[in-house]
């Protein structure tokens, strides 16, 4: 079992930068790929990043790729996400997921737990 709890969202001007927290409970933390996902009011939940268990392989959807920055420190059991030039389009509830396995996913049905989620608004 895995408890996420996700951090660091709020409001943001077009072009800023925030860096979203996810802290995990459990001993076992480390042997979980990890995600971020997004969901806009109206539309489905969507992949933006995933990182192998060990933090050596990461994936980034198109939309995503060169402004957000995956990274986890299983010393902390806490995943990143660092989100530079963010637009309004980026607003939405940002969850981060855990999937048994080393490898890393960028479907829902691969991910196993579920935060909360924290809102990112993105003004222009």
């Known amino acids: 079992q895995v408890q996420l709890v996700e951090s660091g969202g709020g409001l943001v001007q077009a072009g800023g930068s925030l860096r979203l927290s996810c802290a995990a409970s459990?001993?076992?933390?480390?042997?979980?790929?990890m995600g971020w996902f997004r969901q806009a009011p109206g539309k489905e939940r969507e992949f933006l990043a995933a990182?192998?268990?060990?933090?050596?392989?990461?994936y980034y959807a198109d939309s995503v790729k060169g402004r957000f920055t995956i990274s986890r420190d299983n010393a902390k059991n806490t995943v990143y996400v660092q989100m530079n030039s963010l637009k309004p389009e980026d607003t939405a509830v940002y969850y981060c997921?855990?999937?048994?396995?080393?490898?890393?996913?960028?479907?829902?049905?691969?991910?196993?737990?579920w935060g909360q989620g924290t809102q990112v608004t993105v003004s222009s």
């Open positions: 997921a855990a999937g048994q396995g080393s490898l890393y996913y960028t479907a829902r049905s691969q991910y196993n737990y």
């Open positions: 459990g001993r076992t933390f480390s042997s979980y790929a």
């Open positions: 990182i192998s268990w060990s933090g050596g392989s990461t």
